[in-house]
């Protein structure tokens, strides 16, 4: 999708096209800061993001001898106390080898562009979010010219003011369970969307009036009750897993999109009714409350025209066994793929591989184009 706005839209815009804002949460976190450190040549850039991610292959994620497995799960189980921790341990728990992507967001992504080109005016504000270990605090981490904002009155989100870097953005990334979690200073962090339950926020907070939205769910359908033909049938612990990581990381976004309708929806009922001034009178009285105040923000959602999980299924459908790689994880996750009880939502967090990533770039572009119009609307002044 962004190769589309960043190399295509241009074209028709009779200019480039500038994010004053990014913002990433897990996975987008890693996008984000590469988006950022590129951003004075976004096209080049994101040739060179598409690049990074075409180069995964998942049977490096999943090569971890039999012996660390069982020291991963005992961990997991029992704990680790805090002697027996070193003060080089930068990673805990998690049952996959982050080592090929550690190495890959180290040493790819151009840490060093970052704070240049936030000096040069190419971009204004960078964010990632991530959780930590032991207070359950959502983390903003922020990079921002002039310093971080007003934020929530809310004690259980806070924003630090960094200079964003590798670990920031792995710590962001780190999926419990299925990743170990990051040492950022003196404290273990993860995945960010799992309190961050507006994650439309950072954006807002750092003075967006309007929002492109990448999504990774398709298009919800209308809430009805779905009747279950065979009421035997439960499902098996693969596909409740995969459930409970969409409800924690992709569907706070659903919500935080009704919520910022609704507010949409308030700001021009009061506008109209009652004209401007009475408008900025509720603006101050809004932020006195909750630290922002009520404005209108334009958004623009793409989302996925497929369900990314089946598209895993399709890939393991059509790869041999030696896709997968060799050990006790790669068997498990390969019998996870091929048999009967497939997890396909939970096989969309693992399956970092260069073949599901070129799916998916195809996949977005064509999204994009379809939102071309749109596209052009949002960005044209």
Known sequence: MLDYVLRTLPRHLGRPVRFNIITGTSVGALNAAWLAATSDDP????RGLKAVWQAIRVSEILHLPYSELMG????????????????????MGGLLNTAPIDRLVRDQIPWAGITP??????????????????????????????????????????????????????????????FPAVKVGAQFYCDGALRQNTPVTPALRLGADRVM??????????????????????????????????????????????????????????????GTYFVGRLDRLVKEVRGAGLRRVDHLLIRPSRDIGEMVGEIADDSPESFWGAGPAA????????????????LSYIVFDGLYATRLIEMGYVDAMA???????????
């Open 43 to 46: 096209a080049a850039g994101i």
């Open 72 to 91: 991963v799960l005992s961990s997991l189980v029992a704990g680790r106390l805090p002697g027996e921790l070193s003060r080089t341990d930068r990673r």
């Open 117 to 178: 080109n936030l000096n040069a005016g190419h971009f204004d504000s960078l964010s990632v979010t991530a959780t930590a270990v032991s207070t359950g605090q959502t983390i903003v981490f922020v990079q921002n010219r002039d310093g971080v904002p007003d934020w929530t009155m809310d004690p259980r989100r806070v924003a630090v003011p960094v200079e964003i870097r590798a670990d920031h953005c792995l710590a962001s990334a780190a999926i419990p369970l299925l």
């Open 213 to 274: 939205i990448i999504a990774l769910r398709t298009q919800p359908e209308s809430p009805t009750v779905e009747v279950v033909t065979d009421p035997h049938v439960y499902p098996g612990i693969l596909e409740l897993a995969g459930k409970l990581l969409n409800g924690f990381l992709l569907d706070p976004l659903e919500y935080d999109l009704q919520l910022l309708e609704h507010f949409n929806d308030i700001h021009d009922l009061v506008e109209e009714n009652f």
């Open 331 to 346: 068997e498990i996750v390969r019998r996870m793929a091929t048999g009967p009880d497939r997890g396909l939502d939970l």
């Open 371 to 381: 939102q071309h119009d749109a596209l052009v609307d949002f960005f044209t002044d």
